[in-house]
């Protein structure tokens, strides 16, 4: 488990912000496991509108990388803030044989995916930050646009450390700072137009601001690396995506 003293400042930071709002960390996990369960049933759909369906074709390199990852290593792999499981079922649909656990710590979002893929795969409701697993047992952890929603984001990066085998990878797909040419035409972007497709189609302006907003404070992805560093992680690769709007994270338990 990653200790206290060598959590990443920049992670830590995080623990007390609603969006751009200071609050409790109750208040802040509470608020975010109610937004999830609001927006559930039309996530997929968002995700598809606010990205242009780039969502998709990022979490399927994603899963290339899971699947190369992952040879060598029995056991299974556990999708960290698996949401409605695109990653999970992408590995298993790979990858049969695999035992596939798809995390979360919303029910909401955990309901949407046993519709997608029944008892194909696993449902684990937990918390990244505690997970009801045994030290080593994983062979990987994927953790994909959900970091930046932990209620104590170095925790979760210390606890996918303490359930990977050693040697095992954790592919963390997170967004970050785009490219300083890219960044006010995505800032326009995340501001303006997200925040109203989620009033139009989610029917919750809120909820999509915050998102905005997490994005917005979430930090830089050298930041993220030494982030990994302090929780037992080494980064093997680092892998910008669209000019910087997201990063992939390939890091190896130490």
Do not use: C
């Not at 992952?70 to 695999?98: H, N, Q, W």
């Not at 892998?239 to 997201?246: E, K, P, T």
């Amino acid at each position: 488990m990653v200790q206290t003293q060598d959590r990443a400042t920049e992670l830590d930071s995080l623990r007390q912000t609603f969006g751009a709002a200071r609050v409790d960390e109750d208040v802040r996990r509470a608020g975010v496991r109610a937004l999830f369960d609001r927006i559930a049933p039309r996530y997929d759909l968002m995700n598809d509108l606010m990205s242009f369906g780039l969502h998709r074709l990022w979490k399927r390199k994603m899963v290339r990388v899971v699947l190369k990852r992952l040879e060598g290593f029995d056991g299974p792999l556990v999708d960290l803030a698996g949401g409605t499981g695109d990653i999970a079922f992408g590995v298993k649909s790979a990858d049969p044989v695999r035992r596939v656990i798809v995390a979360d710590a919303s029910d909401g979002m955990l309901d949407i995916a046993r519709k997608r893929g029944g008892d194909s795969v696993e449902y684990l409701h937990a918390e990244a930050e505690a997970m009801p697993l045994a030290d080593g047992s994983a062979a990987g952890v994927t953790l994909a646009f959900g970091l930046r929603n932990m209620t104590d984001p170095a925790r979760a990066l210390g606890e996918a450390a303490r359930m990977l085998a050693p040697g095992a990878s954790l592919v963390l797909l997170e967004f970050s700072k785009p490219a300083a040419w890219f960044a006010p035409f995505y800032g326009l972007h995340s501001r303006y137009i997200i925040p109203a497709i989620g009033a139009l189609v989610a029917r919750d302006r809120g909820a999509y601001t915050y998102l905005v907003e997490s994005i917005r404070l979430f930090p830089a992805a050298d930041d993220v690396t030494r982030a990994l560093d302090n929780a037992g992680l080494q980064t093997i690769e680092q892998r910008a995506l669209m000019f910087g709007v997201a990063v992939m994270h390939v890091a190896v338990k130490k």
